[in-house]
């Protein structure tokens, strides 16, 4: 299917590699070629309420509600509750999460976590599924891809803490309820609008007290980080765990937020699991605990900090600035390219092929190695 999709992208694309502006065939019809190869499977898959991918078979339950804007639909994304419990436990919190949100417009999607351990939403099989999901509403649903918002109770919130961060450049906002972060760090959060709802008795594994720091975690973020952070934290004092629906109000304030495509400045901490992309940086050898933060200005990259990390890959498009002109990025007071940048067909193929993210195709890209010169 792989060899398939890239001969009918490459068709369509043309037979060069690099290219410049007047042939370089704009993203349109790598998407249209795309959508070719993968609407059909799309169709059956979500006909067969199973989503496959990452070695791993994901249950969805979904509903369409209200009436398509001209932009397309939302997708709500809502991970139930449960975890290490009999699957007849967690197929319960699956039914129960079906109807727990009600958003005007969209479709709203209850997957059923593929396993039934503590961390049914933490592994690394769920990002694959997550992704091949999202492609398969926008395909066949017309969802809008700058629309996809990620909820969870419980279980489910322990999930949005884990894919919100990790993927954060997939969602246009993100709400937490009920949940525990486990090692997650809000700092993946800059340029992702992110709720909390806790109630303010639910003190199972400190749940209402961890709620309490990641405001104050998040508060200070936003201040050191002009414009970064955008969060709502919301303490139920009178509930425990279960807010009765109290936290529906999640729903229109998450409704509000697009999604931020190219951001100017990103904080990419990697988790245990991890990615080798996040919006336009990608990491060729992703390692847990590594740090990147990075901006953008006019025709100059920065990166401001790098941890742990020896090389990345600077993706560029017409629309961050402009690739007839020299493009310089910069690290530790060094220069580590200063120049044109082709565009290249290959990595729009790669950048659309990697995840189906037709707002995510990227022109050309740097390569820049961050290790000292010998």
Same mark, same amino acid.
């Given at each position: 299917?792989?060899?398939? &999709?890239?001969?009918?992208?490459?068709?369509?694309?043309?037979?060069?590699?690099?290219?410049?502006?007047?042939?370089?065939?704009?993203?349109?019809? @790598?998407?249209?070629?795309?959508?070719? !190869?993968?609407?059909?499977?799309?169709?059956?898959?979500?006909?067969?309420?199973?989503?496959?991918?990452?070695?791993?078979?994901?249950?969805?339950?979904?509903?369409?509600?209200?009436?398509?804007?001209?932009?397309?639909?939302?997708?709500?994304?809502?991970?139930?509750?449960?975890?290490?419990?009999?699957?007849?436990?967690?197929?319960?919190?699956?039914?129960?999460?079906?109807?727990?949100?009600?958003?005007?417009?969209?479709?709203? *999607?209850?997957?059923?976590?593929?396993?039934?351990?503590?961390?049914?939403?933490?592994?690394?099989?769920?990002?694959?599924?997550?992704?091949? &999901?999202?492609?398969?509403?926008?395909?066949?649903?017309?969802?809008?891809?700058?629309? =996809?918002?990620?909820?969870?109770?419980?279980?489910?919130?322990?999930?949005?803490?884990?894919?919100?961060?990790?993927? @954060?450049?997939?969602?246009?906002?993100?709400?937490?309820?009920?949940?525990?972060?486990?090692?997650?760090?809000?700092?993946?959060?800059?340029?992702?609008?992110?709720?909390?709802?806790?109630?303010?008795?639910?003190?199972?594994?400190?749940?209402?007290?961890? @709620?309490?720091?990641?405001?104050?975690?998040?508060?200070?973020?936003?201040?050191?980080?002009?414009?970064?952070?955008?969060?709502?934290?919301?303490?139920?004092?009178?509930?425990?765990?279960?807010?009765?629906?109290?936290? @529906?109000?999640? =729903?229109?304030? &998450?409704?509000?937020?697009?999604?931020?495509?190219?951001?100017?400045?990103?904080?990419?901490?990697?988790?245990?699991?991890?990615?080798?992309?996040?919006?336009?940086?990608?990491?060729?050898?992703?390692?847990?605990?590594?740090?990147?933060?990075?901006?953008?200005?006019?025709?100059?990259?920065?990166?401001?900090?790098? !941890?742990? =990390?020896?090389?990345?890959?600077?993706?560029?498009?017409?629309?961050?600035?402009?690739?007839?002109?020299? =493009?310089?990025? !910069?690290?530790?007071?060094?220069?580590?390219?200063?120049?044109? *940048?082709?565009?290249?067909?290959?990595?729009?193929?790669?950048? &659309?092929?990697?995840?189906?993210?037709? %707002?995510?195709?990227?022109?050309?890209?740097?390569?820049?190695?961050?290790?000292?010169? %010998?």
């Amino acid at each position: 299917m792989r060899t398939l &999709l890239l001969i009918a992208m490459l068709l369509l694309l043309g037979a060069g590699t690099t290219a410049s502006v007047h042939n370089v065939a704009p993203p349109a019809q @790598a998407v249209a070629a795309r959508r070719a !190869v993968r609407l059909a499977s799309a169709r059956e898959e979500l006909k067969s309420g199973v989503i496959t991918a990452g070695g791993a078979r994901m249950p969805i339950w979904f509903a369409i509600r209200g009436q398509a804007p001209a932009g397309g639909r939302s997708l709500w994304i809502s991970l139930h509750g449960g975890g290490s419990a009999p699957p007849e436990v967690n197929d319960q919190q699956w039914r129960n999460q079906q109807h727990l949100y009600a958003p005007e417009e969209g479709v709203y *999607v209850a997957p059923r976590a593929p396993t039934d351990t503590w961390d049914l939403w933490h592994q690394a099989h769920m990002d694959p599924l997550i992704d091949r &999901l999202i492609e398969d509403m926008v395909l066949v649903h017309g969802v809008n891809p700058d629309r =996809v918002y990620l909820m969870g109770y419980s279980a489910g919130g322990d999930g949005v803490y884990q894919l919100g961060t990790r993927m @954060a450049d997939r969602f246009a906002a993100a709400s937490m309820m009920a949940g525990h972060p486990n090692e997650t760090k809000p700092d993946n959060l800059r340029n992702l609008p992110f709720a909390i709802f806790m109630g303010g008795q639910d003190a199972a594994f400190r749940r209402n007290e961890i @709620a309490t720091e990641w405001s104050a975690k998040l508060d200070a973020l936003a201040t050191q980080d002009p414009g970064g952070y955008p969060h709502q934290v919301t303490i139920y004092p009178q509930h425990g765990h279960w807010m009765n629906r109290d936290d @529906a109000v999640a =729903v229109p304030w &998450l409704a509000q937020f697009t999604r931020v495509t190219r951001p100017h400045r990103i904080v990419w901490l990697q988790d245990d699991v991890t990615e080798p992309r996040f919006y336009w940086l990608e990491n060729p050898s992703p390692k847990a605990g590594q740090r990147v933060v990075a901006r953008r200005d006019g025709q100059v990259i920065t990166i401001e900090e790098a !941890v742990g =990390v020896e090389a990345l890959r600077v993706l560029l498009d017409d629309g961050m600035l402009d690739l007839d002109k020299p =493009v310089k990025v !910069v690290f530790d007071g060094r220069t580590l390219f200063e120049g044109i *940048v082709s565009r290249s067909e290959a990595t729009m193929v790669r950048t &659309l092929g990697d995840r189906g993210d037709s %707002r995510m195709v990227f022109h050309a890209e740097i390569p820049v190695s961050l290790s000292e010169p %010998r």
